[in-house]
């Protein structure tokens, strides 16, 4: 299950991301927006809420330039989100980082890469081993 949402600026990007994980049979909550203007911060949290509580095994998250919703996203405990405009980002960050949520900026890059990146993260595994105890130093500094 994936949690997916978006501000206005990222409405058609997520419409596109949408269509695509309807393709391949990926179930998802769309966590908004409809295309109205809205704050970037409420849908983050809206989204990374479903992920934290394991409703979603993952998020997906959409603004203008991907920037500000990731850096909401990262003020929740337990949310490793990374904003990635690269496929090779978009693997890393499954490997190495345990991300949880895919953050793209919707008026940066077009569906076609946004499809691929999405396609990428969703079925990149974490690997686990020495990088297992850097993303338990990671979730550390929320207590901080």
């Known amino acids: 299950m994936i949690a997916i949402g978006s501000d206005h600026a990222g409405y058609a990007l997520k419409c596109e991301i949408i269509k695509h994980l309807e393709e391949k049979g990926i179930e998802f909550i769309d966590c908004g927006c409809s295309g109205e203007s809205v704050d970037y911060p409420d849908i983050a949290e809206k ?19 991907g920037v500000g919703i990731s850096i909401s996203a990262n003020k929740i ?28 900026g919707g008026r940066v890059i077009g569906a076609g890469l946004a499809i691929e990146i999405t396609d990428i993260f969703l079925e990149t595994e974490f ?8 993303v338990e130093k990671i979730m550390k500094l929320e207590e901080k």
């Open 47 to 65: 989204t990374c809420a479903k992920v934290v509580s394991g409703e979603a095994d993952k998020g997906i998250l959409i603004c203008g330039t």
């Open 77 to 104: 405990n337990g949310i490793r989100a990374a904003l990635c405009g690269d496929w090779y980002s978009a693997k890393y960050t499954r490997l190495h980082n345990d991300a949880n949520v895919l953050c793209m």
């Open 127 to 134: 690997e686990g081993g020495r990088h297992a105890r850097r």
